[in-house]
Nanobody, 128 residues
């Protein structure tokens, strides 16, 4: 059974930084495409960032480009999200998600239903 566990959330002032981590129990982590999604109160879950198996390809939603950086350490079965210049509108529960990279990944990496494994979420709150 594949398990994903997020950590690193918390309360930070606008302009501050946080680093989220996602530890993955899969034996073949290096074959998993990974992503971060978030859900704010009263809103639908949205794609934030994605990373391919090797880490060469990364993808971001427009609102976080230039502020967030997704990365992974396959040797440690861990994915990260470095969040800088945080804004109050970044406040949400952040979820990591993963699944074995599929055909057509580069076209559908942003779709939540492509990912079969999810963490429990970690709260990020940005105060103004």
């Amino acid at each position: 059974q594949v398990q994903l566990v997020e950590s690193g959330g918390g309360l930070v002032q606008a302009g501050g930084s946080l680093r989220l981590s996602c530890a993955v129990s899969a034996r073949t982590f290096s074959t998993y495409a990974m992503a971060w999604f978030r859900q704010a109160p009263g809103k639908e879950r949205e794609f934030v960032a994605g990373i391919s198996t090797s880490g060469i390809s990364t993808y971001y939603t427009a609102s976080v480009k230039g502020r967030f950086t997704i990365s992974r350490a396959n040797a440690n079965n861990t994915m990260y999200l470095q969040m800088n210049s945080l804004k109050p509108e970044d406040t949400a529960v952040y979820y990591c998600a993963g699944d074995k990279q599929w055909v057509g990944y580069s076209r559908t990496y942003y779709r939540a239903n492509e990912y079969g494994y999810w963490g429990q979420g970690t709260q990020v709150t940005v105060s103004s």
